[in-house]
């Protein structure tokens, strides 16, 4: 009976000891479990898991957290035909602004064929003809041409150019100006003589020489009597790309001649225009816009170039060194005829990407790595776009296109609104 009791007294001594032994292995808190089960992303709850509060963008997270590192979303370019008839003739040109003081901006088309069109923009991206009777045009710009703080109308119209004058209203009438042009076709409007009203600089065709007129505030406009080059203006562009403080222009010719290179114009400040001595590419040089590519905070030229003759119609992208000295950046984008490009953050991550139209191909979107690098979107986009404007036309936020397209081989003659559908993937 005593070894009976003994042996159980042993067995009893040995259970406790070994449930001691157990209680030892269980984990408090004071060193971390390898999970059993893959770890969710920081922003996926477990499923069993209700929360209480959903974290706000705005808010912080306390000091002890630690951020996990999420991809930059990326960005999904698309666009859509908005499927409206917006008229038809050999579109040359196109800008937009808010010339009925609405809020949204609408779209003047340059048709050279036919009377040029003003579509008003119901906020939406909704255009309807304004039935107002201008006359044919080689291009036009928008701006308050006479102080009153709505956007008038210079008109380029091959042997003279009008301006026309807003109500405020969008309803427009002419000044009944003859501005003497030998073969105007292209202008742009800035103050180019530092007296605080907009100028024009109006370029030529066929080895005509550029001009200045200059505004006296009150919408008159007066040649300032200087003849800029004899080349075959095709496009041209304002900005102060020496940072001196005034608007220097940019100017692309396009020609058989060998001499008709993009050549740029420096202003002394009060509007005299000097050759820079500077040919930025070779002939050929359809189209041309300026803005800051590599985001050194300088402009910088993206030149869209065309095909005559022999000559290499790959775009370029020259890139200044903050006094106004530009150089090829090297890079040698598609190898078509280019008839326009236009910049504007097309995909939204902050820099300025490119649109080209092109000759009897799809328009081109070129995306910017931020540094000036282009890469081919793969969008494209209708036939024969001669002209563009970008701006956010129906309201959502991002830069849609509108284009102007001519009768040449391969193309209607019908301008396209092209939405942008801009999405992110996170």
């Known amino acids: 009976m005593l070894q009976k009791l003994v042996r159980l007294i042993s067995y009893l001594t040995l259970a406790i000891l070994l449930l001691s032994a157990c209680q030892s292995k269980i984990n408090t808190g004071s060193t971390p479990v390898p999970p059993t089960v893959p770890l969710q992303p920081s922003n996926t709850l477990p499923p069993s898991t209700t929360p209480t509060a959903a974290l706000q963008p705005s808010d912080t997270p306390p000091p002890s957290a630690k951020p996990t590192a999420s991809p930059t979303p990326a960005a999904l370019i698309a666009f859509i035909d908005s499927g409206q008839d917006l008229g038809r003739g050999n579109g040359v040109c196109i800008v937009v602004g808010d010339v009925d003081g609405d809020g949204d901006s609408d779209a003047l088309i340059s048709t050279d064929d036919q009377a040029s069109t003003l579509w008003l923009n119901d906020g939406t991206g909704k255009f309807t003809p304004s039935e107002q009777g201008f006359k044919a045009s080689s291009c036009a710009a928008l701006g308050d041409l006479n102080g009153d703080k709505s956007l008038d109308i210079f008109f ?10 807003n109500n405020g209203k969008g309803k427009f009438s002419s000044s009944n100006q003859n501005l003497v042009s030998p073969e105007s076709s292209g202008v742009a409007l800035g103050d180019l003589d530092g007296d605080g009203d907009l100028d024009a600089f109006v370029i030529n065709w066929n080895g005509k020489p550029d001009q200045v007129f200059l505004n ?12 800029l080059g004899n080349w075959f203006g095709s496009d041209v562009v304002l900005g102060d790309v020496d940072q001196d403080g005034d608007l220097d222009a940019l100017v692309s010719n396009n020609g058989e001649e060998s001499t ?4 740029l114009w420096l202003n002394d400040g009060h509007g005299k225009f000097i050759d820079s ?21 300088d402009l910088d030229a993206f030149i869209a170039n065309s095909s005559h003759g022999d000559a290499n119609p790959a775009d370029k992208v020259w890139l200044n060194d903050g006094k106004g000295v530009f150089s090829d950046s090297e890079q040698s984008l598609g190898s078509v005829y280019d008839l326009t490009v236009e910049l504007g953050d097309l995909d939204g991550d902050g820099d300025l990407d490119a649109f080209t139209g092109i000759w009897r191909l799809g328009a081109r979107v070129w995306l910017n790595d931020g540094k000036g690098k282009f890469v081919d979107s793969q969008v494209r986009l209708s036939n024969n776009s001669a002209g563009v404007a970008i701006a956010d036309l129906d309201g959502d936020g991002d830069l849609d296109v509108f284009v102007s397209t001519n009768t040449w081989t391969g193309g209607n003659g019908r301008p396209k609104l092209w939405l942008n559908q801009l999405k992110t993937t996170k």
């Open 216 to 227: 006296n505030g009150r919408g008159k406009f007066s040649d300032s009597g200087q003849q």
């Open 277 to 297: 001595q500077q040919r930025l590419g070779f002939t050929n040089a359809s189209a041309l816009a300026l803005g800051d590519l590599d985001g050194d905070g």
């Open 156 to 165: 380029t119209e091959n042997t003279s150019n009008h301006v026309w004058l």
């Open 260 to 263: 008709n290179a993009t050549v």
